[in-house]
């Protein structure tokens, strides 16, 4: 049933009056058992949670029949990405999520504090919290060197990384799949992180691999996480090969066991089986014509039927089809496509434009992250982007995996995608329904809520989610946008402004092109 709305409610409060949501049940993100509750709201904060009677002046939305949750937070997110342009968020706000966290895989805007300010003045609808990208500031200081960095290299880096965690970065990230983040030794990364640990931020990464070396990685993770003396989350947490399929528990033994000796390691997900990103990096080096390295490549992934372009551009018919279909079509070998796509795009006077879903991942080992008690959800999702996690993430997740296969029970889905990633990322007043808490909410059918996006409409909006709340005020209301933009940029502790030098321009996060998530 569709949330009725009080036939004067307003975007902003009411003089002396609140915003009462009356008849829901309520999960607060604790994980507990829900309750028939009501909620008063009064601006950003909730101020009661009970039996509430609606006074003079309060705005009302009758919820009879739908779950009512904190509002979802997106672990990792590219949602920053074009923001200022379309600050309705859409494909975000559609899906329930009230603050993303960017500045991942190890790319962040520079400097944070403009960004932050750009925000205040400019205000969107979603809440932000972003982390220091060490690709970035390795990139500021070094280019694209494939060099360790000199002593004074480093110590530029550690300064900026510094000031990026004075200006409010929640912590360090890295993509050691990526250019130039790749070049970074572990020494290096240690180095940097040292920084954020020490203004009590935490490690996040896309980690150096996810294929077949995806558990030397995560011990990387954990070793950067015992030599700093920090908290770690390993990035949209995947086993991307065939080689190692089916080892999702001894991941969750590998964090308990981590845990065992005092590191505290967490995770996040996406739930789909397939990854995004450019044909370059289905093998393991840039020798694209090695035959053999695209016979394993292939092999690793399942074959070229899960290899599936999004973007051609040098023939756009060839978009939406795996290399499969197209060597049925064409008559031409599987690896002889993949080179003559890279070549048409990477060679030297070449600007074409490509980019593949690889479905390389197993049901059964994303069915066990999503039910591990330490691993949050992510979209891993740019606004407008050509995989479906961007709209889909997180009502697919409440619609496939916990009322059509029954993995995890409601009240701990939204556990995982509340309170769990507020204490991971020091949301003190976010992720909980109670009195004192901000009133970012969300309001859905969870006898209905499904995702619809899909590789084909990677933007198709998700059903069951109505009323989204943010800072006090409904981005969506009844399923429709209200254009109200009151999200926030949350900046770690006692933001102050730092003095950045008038000629220093902000830097959008970029990821390299041959990035992988």
Same mark, same amino acid.
């Given at each position: 049933?569709?949330?009725?709305?009080?036939?004067?409610?307003?975007?902003?409060?009411?003089?002396?009056?609140?915003?009462?949501?009356?008849?829901?049940?309520?999960?607060?993100?604790?994980?507990?058992?829900?309750?028939?509750?009501?909620?008063?709201?009064?601006?950003?904060?909730? !101020?009661?949670?009970?039996?509430?009677?609606?006074?003079?002046?309060?705005?009302?939305?009758?919820?009879?029949?739908? &779950?009512?949750?904190?509002?979802?937070?997106?672990?990792?997110?590219?949602? @920053?990405?074009?923001?200022?342009?379309?600050?309705?968020?859409?494909?975000?706000?559609?899906?329930?999520?009230?603050?993303?966290?960017?500045?991942? @895989?190890?790319?962040?805007?520079?400097?944070?504090?403009?960004?932050?300010?750009?925000? !205040?003045?400019?205000?969107?609808?979603?809440?932000?919290?972003?982390?220091?990208?060490?690709?970035?500031? !390795?990139?500021?200081?070094?280019?694209?060197?494939?060099?360790?960095?000199?002593?004074?290299?480093?110590?530029?880096?550690?300064?900026?990384?510094?000031?990026?965690?004075?200006?409010?970065?929640?912590?360090?990230?890295?993509?050691?799949?990526?250019?130039?983040?790749?070049?970074?030794?572990?020494?290096?990364?240690?180095?940097? &992180?040292?920084? =954020?640990?020490?203004?009590?931020?935490?490690?996040?990464?896309?980690?150096?691999?996810?294929?077949?070396?995806?558990?030397?990685?995560?011990?990387?993770?954990?070793?950067?996480?015992?030599?700093?003396?920090?908290?770690?989350?390993?990035?949209?947490?995947?086993? =991307?090969?065939?080689?190692?399929?089916?080892?999702?528990?001894?991941?969750?033994?590998?964090?308990?066991?981590?845990?065992?000796?005092?590191?505290?390691?967490?995770?996040?997900?996406?739930?789909?089986?397939?990854?995004?990103?450019?044909?370059?990096?289905? /093998?393991?080096?840039?020798?694209?014509?090695?035959?053999?390295?695209?016979?394993?490549?292939?092999?690793?992934?399942?074959?070229?039927?899960? /290899?599936?372009?999004?973007?051609?551009?040098?023939?756009?018919?060839?978009?939406?089809?795996?290399?499969?279909?197209?060597?049925?079509?064409?008559?031409?070998?599987?690896? @002889?496509?993949?080179?003559?796509?890279?070549?048409?795009?990477?060679?030297?006077?070449?600007?074409?434009?490509?980019?593949?879903?690889?479905?390389?991942?197993?049901? @059964?080992?994303?069915?066990?992250?999503?039910?591990?008690?330490?691993?949050?959800?992510?979209?891993?999702?740019?606004?407008?982007?050509?995989?479906?996690?961007? =709209?889909?993430?997180?009502?697919?997740?409440?619609?496939?995996?916990?009322?059509?296969?029954?993995?995890?029970?409601?009240?701990?889905?939204?556990?995982?995608?509340?309170?769990?990633?507020?204490?991971?990322?020091?949301?003190?007043?976010?992720?909980?329904?109670?009195?004192?808490?901000?009133?970012?909410?969300?309001?859905?059918?969870?006898?209905?809520?499904?995702?619809?996006?899909?590789?084909?409409?990677?933007?198709?909006?998700?059903?069951?989610?109505?009323?989204?709340?943010?800072?006090?005020?409904?981005?969506?209301?009844?399923?429709?946008?209200?254009?109200?933009?009151?999200? !926030?940029?949350?900046?770690?502790?006692?933001?102050?402004?730092?003095?950045?030098?008038?000629?220093?321009?902000?830097?959008?996060?970029?990821?390299?092109?041959?990035?992988?998530?």
């Amino acid at each position: 049933m569709i949330p009725t709305i009080c036939a004067l409610l307003a975007l902003a409060p009411s003089p002396g009056g609140g915003l009462v949501i009356r008849n829901g049940v309520v999960y607060d993100g604790t994980g507990s058992p829900s309750r028939r509750v009501d909620i008063r709201i009064v601006g950003d904060t909730i !101020r009661a949670v009970g039996n509430i009677r609606a006074l003079p002046g309060d705005r009302v939305i009758d919820a009879k029949g739908l &779950a009512v949750s904190p509002g979802f937070i997106d672990s990792h997110s590219h949602a @920053d990405g074009g923001v200022l342009q379309d600050p309705d968020a859409e494909t975000h706000i559609r899906q329930g999520i009230t603050t993303s966290m960017v500045g991942e @895989d190890g790319f962040s805007t520079y400097p944070l504090a403009k960004w932050f300010d750009k925000l !205040r003045q400019q205000p969107v609808a979603l809440n932000f919290g972003s982390f220091v990208g060490e690709g970035t500031i !390795r990139h500021l200081v070094m280019g694209d060197s494939q060099k360790k960095p000199t002593p004074a290299q480093l110590d530029q880096m550690r300064e900026m990384i510094d000031q990026e965690m004075r200006s409010g970065a929640r912590g360090l990230s890295t993509g050691l799949e990526y250019e130039p983040n790749r070049y970074a030794d572990t020494d290096e990364v240690v180095a940097c &992180a040292l920084v =954020a640990a020490k203004r009590h931020g935490i490690y996040i990464s896309h980690v150096r691999n996810e294929d077949n070396h995806a558990f030397n990685s995560f011990n990387e993770l954990i070793e950067v996480a015992r030599r700093d003396h920090m908290p770690a989350e390993i990035n949209h947490i995947k086993i =991307a090969s065939t080689r190692v399929w089916h080892r999702a528990d001894d991941v969750k033994n590998l964090m308990t066991e981590a845990a065992k000796e005092g590191e505290d390691i967490t995770a996040d997900v996406y739930p789909y089986l397939f990854w995004q990103s450019t044909i370059r990096v289905v /093998i393991m080096t840039e020798q694209f014509d090695d035959r053999a390295q695209w016979e394993q490549g292939f092999k690793d992934v399942g074959g070229p039927e899960n /290899i599936r372009l999004t973007t051609y551009s040098p023939d756009p018919t060839w978009a939406s089809k795996t290399l499969a279909e197209i060597s049925k079509s064409t008559g031409k070998d599987p690896i @002889d496509l993949a080179q003559e796509i890279i070549a048409n795009c990477y060679s030297p006077g070449k600007h074409g434009l490509e980019s593949v879903v690889v479905t390389a991942m197993s049901e @059964d080992d994303l069915k066990k992250f999503i039910a591990n008690p330490k691993i949050s959800f992510c979209s891993d999702g740019g606004l407008h982007g050509t995989h479906p996690r961007g =709209a889909g993430s997180f009502p697919r997740i409440l619609g496939v995996y916990v009322r059509q296969q029954h993995v995890i029970p409601l009240q701990e889905a939204i556990r995982k995608m509340t309170s769990l990633p507020a204490w991971r990322f020091g949301l003190a007043d976010r992720g909980k329904i109670a009195p004192g808490m901000k009133a970012d909410i969300t309001i859905f059918d969870p006898a209905k809520v499904i995702d619809m996006a899909t590789v084909e409409k990677p933007e198709a909006s998700p059903v069951g989610i109505t009323t989204v709340i943010v800072n006090g005020v409904p981005a969506l209301l009844d399923g429709k946008f209200t254009h109200a933009h009151p999200g !926030r940029p949350l900046p770690m502790g006692s933001y102050k402004p730092i003095v950045i030098a008038k000629n220093v321009q902000m830097q959008p996060a970029q990821e390299s092109a041959g990035s992988r998530g």
